[in-house]
């Protein structure tokens, strides 16, 4: 019986022996019991990611070389148009 009882009394110190607090924790004596990270703060805020503005379309004008206008102007051409890149006036 009292081999039992030796052996539960180790066991049981054994147990309690790492939950006193260590030298590490000179002065903070605290336990910690949790899963993961928490934040008990205000929600962080969230921040937009830059929007990147496309660059625009390239413009073209449409020159008809036998009616020699553009289009509008010249709203059918017997021909195939000729792209034309647009320039200051």
């Known amino acids: 019986m009292r081999k039992v009882a030796s052996i539960a009394l180790l066991a049981l110190a054994l147990f309690?022996?790492?939950?006193?607090?260590?030298?590490?924790?000179?002065g903070h004596p605290s336990v910690f019991?949790?899963?993961?990270?928490?934040?008990?703060?205000?929600?962080?805020?969230?921040?937009?990611?830059?929007l990147v503005p496309a660059p625009p379309p390239e413009a073209y004008w449409y020159?008809?070389?036998?009616?020699?206008?553009y289009y509008p102007t010249a709203p059918t051409c017997p021909e195939v148009w000729i792209k034309v890149p647009p320039r200051a006036q």
Do not use: D, K, N
């Open 16 to 26: 309690l022996v790492p939950a006193a607090p260590s030298e590490a924790w000179r």
């Open 33 to 50: 019991i949790g899963v993961g990270p928490v934040w008990w703060g205000p929600p962080y805020p969230y921040v937009q990611p830059a």
């Open 63 to 69: 020159y008809c070389s036998s009616a020699q206008a």
